[in-house]
């Protein structure tokens, strides 16, 4: 009788390697005598009686599957211990450069110092004073020996790369760097396809029950800053990947705010999000770019531009249909033991005409702020209704 034993027995002298792309896949290449030998593993089969079956398929099945590799190269390099890393990190590169000048710096003067004090210590012969520098210079240099001179030389050299590598890096790429102009497809609103984001196929649950909503709740990513639209757009294009590979959907935000001051559509109006657990149905997230915990050695801090730019975002709600003129706002801590949206920025969007100072909404459900404010509306109406009754009475 066969079985997959027989088949690891004729395949354990043949070849097999692994490989694994930077995708997490795994490629297996093998060649043909691996084929043959799995081919002659296959149990012989003498008769074989089929009824009504539309999907039968006798013997091996190969699958032909067409799979995009990405290699991504890294340059890297290392130079008295110090890692240069790719271009892809300016920062990081013109640091590790700061630092591999320093050493060079320290090795030549080390290099200088050795030169003159001991292996030209032994031609000191000062018996004419009465030559001028420059030829008394040149006397001592015919005197050194041919390795003494080219020691010299290679340090010269070395000094001067030194300076020119600390005037390129401090002068002319800090001088480029500013020169960068920040072009943005809108001023101030960037939808998605303006951030290029990737297409999201999963079902989007929508928030027209509760329309227009009550509540926005404000939150902050503890990411990296951006001040750059392009920056910006990178950063949300990574916080996407990074929720769906972990989480499996979308960003969890109806939009967010970049330290440079522009909004960005993460999933938009009318769509229900996944920042705050028991609040996402009936409530807009909104969340600025960075960390704002003021306990934090280095933190972000928000800009009168974001705070003016959220305030428009929500304005827009507003005329659009999406937000009732009486919103909310509050914090992401306003509602679940949390820090965010960071001190920082906390602090900022308690000074907001909109802010709920009495805390209306800790504790409760959608369903019960839906009715609370349900009840209000009857009473209004009601109350409305009657005054319209009394002036039409003493009009008669």
């Known amino acids: 009788m066969w079985n997959e034993g027989d088949a690891r027995h004729e395949l354990r002298d043949h070849e097999v390697s692994m490989g694994r792309t930077s995708g997490s896949s795994e490629v297996v290449v093998m060649d043909e005598r691996v084929l043959e030998a799995a081919a002659r593993a296959q149990p012989a089969l003498t008769n074989i009686n089929v009824t009504k079956s539309s999907r039968l398929h006798i013997g091996p099945k190969f699958v032909s599957v067409t799979q995009n590799v990405d290699n991504t190269e890294v340059v890297k390099g290392r130079i008295l211990g110090l890692e240069l890393v790719s271009p892809q990190n300016s920062k990081r590169l013109r640091c590790s450069i700061a630092v591999f000048v320093c050493w060079a710096f320290v090795v030549v003067s080390a290099l200088t110092f050795f030169i003159f004090y001991f292996a030209l210590a032994k031609q000191v012969k000062r018996l004419d004073l009465d030559l001028p520098l420059p030829r008394y210079l040149w006397d001592i240099a015919k005197s050194t020996t041919r390795a003494e001179r080219l020691l010299c ?221 349900k009840n209000e509306t009857e009473s209004e109406i009601t109350s409305t209704l009657k005054t319209i009754v009394k002036e039409k009475n003493s009009k008669v």
């Not at 800090?174 to 920040?182: N, Y």
């Not at 990947?241 to 330290?259: Q, R, S, V």
């Not at 960071?342 to 009715?371: F, P, R, V």
């Open 153 to 373: 030389a290679a340090a010269m050299i070395a000094l001067f790369a030194c300076i020119l590598l600390v005037v390129y890096f401090t002068v002319i790429v800090k001088r480029a760097s500013e020169e960068v102009v920040d072009v943005a497809p809108h001023e101030w609103y960037i939808d998605r396809d303006m951030w290029l984001a990737p297409p999201f196929d999963k079902d989007e649950e929508t928030t027209d029950r509760y329309d227009p909503l009550r509540l926005v709740v404000i939150a902050h990513t503890v990411s990296p800053e951006c001040t750059r639209f392009i920056n910006c757009a990178a950063e949300l294009r990574n916080l996407q990947g990074y929720y769906a590979k972990t989480y499996g959907y979308d960003l969890p935000y109806n939009f967010m705010i970049g330290n440079d001051g522009r909004v960005y559509e993460a999933r938009g109006w009318n769509v229900v999000g996944a920042h705050t657990l028991g609040f996402n149905r009936c409530s807009l997230g909104l969340a600025f770019i960075g960390d704002y915990r003021e306990g934090l050695p280095s933190y972000a801090k928000v800009t009168p531009l974001q705070l003016q730019r959220a305030k428009m975002l929500l304005d827009r709600g507003v005329e659009l249909g999406h937000l009732h003129p009486s919103y909310h706002v509050v914090g992401a801590k306003d509602l679940k033991p949390t820090a965010s949206p960071g001190a920082n920025l906390y602090k900022a969007i308690q000074l907001w005409s909109h802010y709920d100072h009495e805390n209306m909404y800790y504790k409760k459900t959608c369903d019960e702020i839906m009715n609370m404010y």
